[in-house]
Nanobody
Framework: QVQLVESGGGLVQAGGSLRLSCAASGRTFSSYAMGWFRQVPGKEREFVAAISWSGGNTYYQDSVKGRFTISRDNTKNTIYLQMNSLKPEDKAVYYC???????????????WGQGTQVTVSS
């Protein structure tokens, strides 16, 4: 069992930065691929970024490549999403995820956090 708790969301102006954190509980954290999804009202939840269990491989949605960076610290059971050059269209609830293998599909996720709101003003 893995429990995920996100933090770091908030309000930022377009062009600004935020760093999301996700603290995980469970002794097997380092064996899970981790990721971030996001959702806006009325739309399906979408993949944002993922990182392999070792941190050696990362994956991004095309719209965030070059602006967002996912990372993990297995000694702290924590992953991060550094978001730079934020745009109004990045506004969403961001969810931390854990899965046995890297996935870009919601069906592949084993565990979800409760979500943290990111708002970007224009």
């Amino acid at each position: 069992q893995v429990q995920l708790v996100e933090s770091g969301g908030g309000l930022v102006q377009a062009g600004g930065s935020l760093r999301l954190s996700c603290a995980a509980s469970g002794r097997t954290f380092s064996s899970y691929a981790m990721g971030w999804f996001r959702q806006v009202p009325g739309k399906e939840r979408e993949f944002v970024a993922a990182i392999s269990w070792s941190g050696g491989n990362t994956y991004y949605q095309d719209s965030v490549k070059g602006r967002f960076t996912i990372s993990r610290d297995n000694t702290k059971n924590t992953i991060y999403l550094q978001m730079n050059s934020l745009k109004p269209e990045d506004k969403a609830v961001y969810y931390c995820t854990a899965a046995e293998v890297v996935t870009i599909a919601t069906l592949g996720v084993d565990y979800w956090g409760q979500g943290t709101q990111v708002t970007v003003s224009s």
